[in-house]
């Protein structure tokens, strides 16, 4: 990287993001590699941790969440997802010069170089294991396990329409770490919310995939939304169905009640107005859907600890 190449605010990234406004120019690009300035995604790996851990506390009868558990996840996630998307932009540095919404990341701009990035990429995944260490040996096993996919998913797009199913496994992996990290083991509940997971994934980034279309068929790229096209509307209600039908069996396996079962009404209800709303045709349209994926992540979140809290309190 040089002094001389500017680090431009990317199309995706919130006009105030904290990159831009107070990070020093030098660490810009770097943080953009991370998606430090587009956080969302570290948010959507974080959630499904967050769920797990606390719905095997509430199966334990535990009043609240573990806080040093849930600030390990926090950290984790976003430490995990920058070094996987830095990892994905040297996979496809060629091709992000060619799409317009990714021409301005670093590597593909010249503000980083791919040796660079490998090196940023290490960096992260190493602090990523000093936050695994801190779990039982199952956990650490399991978590290690997760690179094997991050590895791998940068390379589907190539070669199969469904990169969204890759992404979900890969992506989803804190579902079974979070229950593991608790109960030191596997168990039906965390597996359901696993496979949920990977269905609610495949529906979102199937909307966020038709921001890209007309790029990815020009540069030979495959997705669900293109696979899908016009019948997106459908497909996505289906995936987004099955999310919720499998996280409502896992948390009642897990012990949830009644408060679980209205946070997971509030979600489908927000998954619903996804579908309902939804316009292919209009990136920004497609950008606000798929980023209201994080409040369905709170509104399950919240229900889960309230529920150990009404518990507790009864």
Known sequence: MTETISSPRLPDAPPDNWV?????????????????????????????????????????????????????????????????????????????????RTAG???????????????????????????????????IVLGASSLLLVAAYPFFKRFTYW?????????????????????GGLALPAVLLY???????IGY?????????????????????????????PWVSGFYTGAVVLWTVAAMLAGGGVIVLVALAVAAAMLAWQVATLDMSDSANCLRRFKSNRDVGWVLFAGIVAEMAARNWG
């Open 105 to 139: 990341r670093p590597i593909p701009s010249g503000q980083v170089t791919p040796k660079q990035a490998l090196a940023f990429t290490a960096a992260l995944c190493l602090v990523g294991l000093v936050v695994l260490v801190q779990f039982n040996l199952f956990t």
């Open 205 to 233: 980034d199937t909307i966020y995939a038709h921001q890209d279309k007309e790029d990815d068929l020009m540069a030979g790229l495959k997705s669900t939304a293109l696979r899908f096209g016009d019948a997106t509307k």
């Open 20 to 100: 831009d406004r107070w990070a020093p120019a030098s660490w810009r690009p770097y943080a953009k590699l991370a998606r430090f300035d587009r956080p969302i995604g570290a948010w959507l790996l974080l959630f499904p941790c967050w769920w797990s851990q606390t719905l095997a506390e509430l199966s334990l009868g535990r009043p609240y969440p573990n806080p040093w558990d849930l600030l390990l996840f926090l950290v984790g996630s976003f430490v995990m997802r920058g070094a996987g998307c830095a990892f994905n932009d040297f996979v496809d540095r060629d091709i992000d010069g060619k799409v317009a």
């Open 195 to 201: 496979a949920g997971s990977v269905l609610w994934t």
């Open 163 to 183: 990169p969204q199913v890759m992404l979900g496994l890969t992506f989803k992996w804190g579902a079974l770490v979070g229950w593991a990290a608790v109960a």
